[in-house]
């Protein structure tokens, strides 16, 4: 077995390709037996072997350990598991290669070793944690340096709160590794600070529930490493005995990052000296990096680079910038700390409240303009590809490097301190600007480099500018003219600088609400010319596409209108060259160039229609492409003027897509754009439009498995009956089925058991559109039918997307015609179970899933309803789960999976009353409102007072870190903490996924529009539906609901019911 392994290994590494092939299934082949993990493990130990093949065979170890060693291995594939006394065996012979004179076998057997762990520790291989202690203990840099290799990943991928004995023991060998400088590689202090990090944030995961365990351990550990990273930090980039430590400076700041972030306030006491030094390192920094990166002309290139780049003992490069991210992530996070703020900002000697920033904190800003700067690197890529310029040019830009970094501090000290940052902004911008000039004048090439970083950086905060600009309160913290004067047009002029030349035009455009008509007229003529002009350097032209966007957006109709069609007409020239990473922006400059003058709009009819489905038809799976192509189409469909027009060139390439493609991908854009073309046209809809379009559709949709088919096709259904229902349900086909039946015929079958939850994800939208536009083109009998249907649908749904995407129905029935409902849902039985415990139990589960502004008022207010039903015994003694009841037999453990199965949650059981009040109170506390900032919702402030919620405010650890209701230091966000700011947390919700807007359309629904609820500050409401309640003791309130309230919530209540 050995000598079949040893000569396919042998032949995965001859030259020749297809001796490599062969070789490579002989391996596959010989994996299946059952002795070939040790066999290749005694390859891998054979000393009298070439050490390629034994590095092979170790590799391919690591392999077979991922696909064969266990079956819970992400990676398995059938075949033989090895019998426990042959793993027994390869462990003890993997183990031995962790002393091997050859570091990559070492460095691999550490991998294979790592994920043996994984599943035969500790109950096959109990001894193994010891071993590797032992190994850190023998002093040897080698065993010490493969120990550290396993538990680098060993600790970060498999340890949890349960391994907390062994952090213990890790800790201090991690510790003595660190600082043992003299003794150890540096790539094993670097493992070591790794893995302490991985150990911080395991402890910090369990101190939510072990506070006290954090109180105890936390402050000790973190004074232990604190110290010797702080010294780490004062250190020189490059050490005279120990040569360059980038790398390990690296490795202390994502680690201070983690304990920061586990344990900000035990942090603290560490946060003033580490700024002042890592301010020390950045300034020391700057001169070698510009050099080293930015300037690649420069006599000092070749020694700044040396100092900033090191490779370390396996030949691998690391550059200086992980380490300056980490500081720039590092600066964001204590600005944010409320004792640090006197580092950035000050009160002024002068005006009473007026908030100045600190010399730091201009310094700071001046510093970060240099870091800003285009580097070399950069500037050979976008030569290369200009993809990747635009790519970088987004906010939202895929490649992390110290320019992107730059920008997220500034754009989070523009957050906390926008006020004194617009100074600090205007203070640096004069520096650079002098340095630029100083530059020009002695003909350093480099000169626009500083220029367009300063320009770039001020563009960062253009909306804080435009605020300040429209509100009468810039001042004179910002001299845009003095800006103008010396860098955007020195910059816009010189076209030997196309990188900077670009940066003038987006400059210009981004602050063009502000700038005087005649400057604004020369940028937007500039502009307009360059987006059309074939002979400019792709970056001008690309930036002037972005410029065009910006200025029909934010200049005044007179001055955009009479370049409006010259705009247009010069995209023409450009957006069927771009790439599809790339033909986003002219897109959306297309789209901002339409809203100017409708009449224009119209007469470019052709021109537009062919830019628009011609980029689609070029990349009609591109989904931001489509998204913007979509917005195009809704606009020239609401034109009076061109919508015929248009309508005639989309629909035939349209339909063509949907009717005739093969591609699932293909067919769900292409009914998009239909939905797109019904949604923005007319009500009613064009004569001829349904013949057209709509026996097509339903063709597809009735023939297709494509989820992503069957989802466009609800939303597409949905805008055909707001629209048109009339004539909808007016058409028939051939065999006298009206269009209507067909829709309702399409629902029932996404609802039948068998079909997928996730391809009727939208059906519940459109089964609500059907119930408000067509009551009086269906019978009671068919609408009892659709209920029953879905109810039944909904007996059996399993996920919570799904059944919350169906409770709307229901809310817009309970609040047209409750009892009435609450009879026909008592008359049905699913399962055992009648309609109305379906409902109310799938509401009552599901309500906080719920999407989108208008369905979660209206589910609100539909509970209001519900609850004036709770005389009703159907209702009333409905039983619903309620809080949860504290697990003695848990309480101060970490829970396992298996420990929950052994003693589940259990909750208590309340009645249907009650649990509407705790869901409402929970809904006032979500602030619905001030979530979705609604200008016409008041907020929790309207119902309330602004005094705190009962958050309690218990968990010190938060002390220190901003918070915006607390008096601001930046004079910008002061006054007492509103209720907003007190659950200010909730808006987090947004970027964690639970996003309320998705697949609602709430601004553009004029159904929506119209009802008076989507008007209501819902806040009011239920504060005047809580206070009636409990004066009028409705539904027995006192006797039957207040027992089940927690401490917050009835201080909530308390609150509503004594506001004004």
């Not at 005044?556 to 023409?572: K, S």
């Not at 399962?831 to 109305?836: I, P, T």
């Amino acid at each position: 077995m050995e000598h079949r392994v040893f000569e396919a290994l042998q032949g995965s590494l001859s030259p020749e390709a297809n001796a490599r092939m062969n070789s490579e299934l002989a391996l596959k082949q010989l994996e299946l037996e059952s002795n070939f993990s040790l066999a290749i493990t005694n390859v891998a130990l054979a000393s009298q072997a070439e050490i390629p093949i034994r590095q092979a065979a170790i590799v391919q170890l690591r392999g077979y350990v991922s696909r064969h060693w266990s079956i819970g291995s992400a990676k398995y594939e059938p075949g033989p598991i090895p019998e426990q006394q042959l793993k027994s065996q390869v462990r003890e012979k993997v183990f031995a290669l962790l002393i091997s004179d050859d570091r990559k076998l070492r460095n691999v057997a550490a991998a294979v070793v790592a994920s043996m762990a994984k599943y035969d520790w500790p109950d096959e291989w109990p001894q193994l944690f010891s071993q590797l202690v032992e190994l850190l203990h023998s002093r040897n840099r080698s065993n010490t340096h493969s120990a550290m290799c396993v538990f680098s990943e060993w600790v970060n991928a498999d340890m949890s709160e349960q391994h907390m004995e062994q952090i213990g023991i890790l800790l201090p060998e991690l510790l003595r590794i660190f600082v043992g400088a003299s003794e150890y590689e540096l790539s094993t202090r670097v493992m070591a600070v790794r893995v302490f990090s991985d150990c911080i944030e395991i402890i910090s995961n369990m101190s939510s529930e072990r506070k006290s365990f954090a109180e105890v351990h936390a402050p000790p550990i973190l004074k232990d490493w604190m110290e010797p990273i702080l010294d780490i930090f004062k250190q020189p980039v490059v050490n005279s005995e120990s040569g360059s430590i980038i790398q390990l400076k690296a490795e202390c700041i994502k680690s201070v990052i983690k304990a920061m972030e586990g344990f900000p306030k035990y942090m603290l006491p560490y946060t003033a000296p580490m700024l002042e030094t890592l301010w020390l390192q950045l300034k020391e920094i700057q001169d070698p990096f510009v050099h080293a990166f930015v300037y690649g002309d420069s006599e000092h290139s070749e020694s700044a680079t040396n100092m900033l780049v090191h490779y370390d003992e396996d030949g691998e490069a690391y550059s200086v910038d992980s380490y300056l991210l980490g500081i720039f992530e590092w600066l964001a996070k204590a600005a944010e700390i409320k004792s640090m703020r006197s580092f950035f900002v000050a009160k002024s000697e002068g005006a009473v409240g007026n908030i100045v920033p600190t010399p730091f904190l201009s310094q700071l800003v001046s510093v970060l303009m240099g870091y800003a700067q285009i580097t070399t690197e950069m500037l050979d890529d976008w030569a290369d590809d200009m993809d990747l310029f635009v790519a970088d040019e987004d906010e939202e830009g895929y490649r992390f490097n110290v320019r992107v970094s730059v920008q997220e501090l500034i754009q989070t000290l523009d957050m906390l301190f926008p006020q004194p940052l617009l100074t600090a902004l205007g203070n640096a911008a004069h520096e650079r600007a002098e340095l630029a000039a100083q530059w020009r004048q002695n003909q350093n090439s480099n000169w626009w480099l500083v220029s367009e970083a300063m320009l770039w950086a001020i563009g960062l905060v253009a909306e804080s500018v435009i605020d300040r600009y429209e509100n009468n309160t810039l001042g004179n913290q910002l001299n845009l003219g003095a800006l103008f004067e010396s860098d955007v047009w020195p910059l816009g002029q010189n076209a030997s600088f196309p990188f900077g030349q670009g940066r003038a035009f987006v400059f210009a455009s981004s602050f063009a609400k502000t700038l005087p008509p005649s400057i604004a007229s020369t940028f937007v003529d500039a502009s307009c010319n360059a987006v059309s002009n074939t002979h400019l350097h792709p970056a001008v032209r690309l930036s002037a596409v972005r410029a065009t966007s910006n200025f029909c957006s934010d200049l005044p109709e007179e001055v955009a209108r009479p370049r409006q069609a010259a705009f247009i007409n010069g995209l023409a020239t450009i957006i069927p060259r771009l790439s599809e990473d790339s033909a986003h922006i002219a897109l959306d400059a297309l789209h901002s160039a339409l809203q100017v003058d409708q009449d224009i709009t119209a007469s470019l009819e052709p021109v537009i229609s062919e830019m628009a489905m011609g980029i689609w038809q070029k990349y009609p799976g591109d989904v931001l492409l489509t998204s913007i192509v979509i917005d195009i189409v809704e606009d020239m469909a609401g034109n009076t003027h061109a919508s015929e027009a248009f309508t005639r060139h989309a629909l035939p390439i349209i339909g063509t897509a949907i009717t005739q493609s093969t591609d699932g991908m293909v067919v769900s854009s292409a009914i998009d754009l239909l939905a797109g073309l019904v949604k923005g046209g007319s009500s009613p809809m064009p004569e001829g439009y349904t013949d057209a379009v709509f026996p097509s559709l339903m063709h597809v949709l009735s023939t297709s498995n494509d989820n992503e088919v069957l989802q466009s096709g609800q939303a597409c259904l949905k805008y055909f009956v707001q629209k048109d229902a009339e004539r909808i349900s007016k058409w028939h086909d051939s065999h006298g089925v009206s269009g209507l039946e067909h829709i309702i015929r399409f629902v029932a079958v996404l609802l039948s058991p068998d079909s997928s939850e996730s391809a009727a994800l939208f059906v519940g939208d459109l089964v609500v559109k059907i119930v408000q536009k067509c009551n009086a083109f269906i019978s009671s009998d068919v609408l009892t039918e659709l209920i029953r249907v879905v109810t039944e649908r909904l007996a059996t749904a399993r996920t919570s997307s799904f059944c919350s995407s169906l409770v709307p129905l229901y809310a817009q029935l309970f609040l047209r015609h409750p009892a009435e409902l609450v009879e026909l849902l008592s008359g049905m039985s699913f399962g055992g179970q009648s309609g109305l415990h379906i409902v109310l139990s799938t509401w009552f589960k599901n309500y906080m899933d719920v999407q989108g502004y208008y369905s979660r008022k209206v589910s609100a207010v539909a509970l209001t309803r519900l609850f004036v039903l709770g005389n009703d015994s159907r209702v009333g003694d409905f039983v619903a789960q309620g809080d949860l009841i504290p697990n003695a037999e848990n309480k101060g453990k970490i829970v396992t999976r298996s420990m929950s199965r052994i003693n589940p949650d259990q909750y208590t059981q309340i009645p249907a009353p009650a649990k509407i009040i705790k869901l409402l109170l929970a809904e006032v506390g979500m602030d619905v409102e001030s979530l979705f900032a609604r200008a016409n919702g008041a907020g929790l402030s309207a119902a309330v007072d602004n005094s705190d919620l009962g958050n309690g405010g218990n968990d010190d650890d938060d002390d220190d870190w901003e918070d915006d209701g607390d008096s601001d230091i930046d004079g910008n966000r002061t006054g007492g903490g509103t209720a907003t700011d007190k659950y200010s947390y909730l808006s987090d919700l947004i970027d964690s996924g639970a996003d309320f807007e998705e697949g609602d359309d709430d601004d553009d629904d004029e159904d929506v529009l119209a009802d008076p609820i989507y008007s209501q500050d819902l806040n009011v409401t239920l504060g005047s539906f809580m206070k009636e309640v409990v004066q009028r003791n409705q539904g027995s309130f006192h006797e039957i609901v207040l027992p089940t309230l927690t401490e917050k919530e009835n201080d909530l209540l308390s609150r509503l019911c004594s506001s004004d």
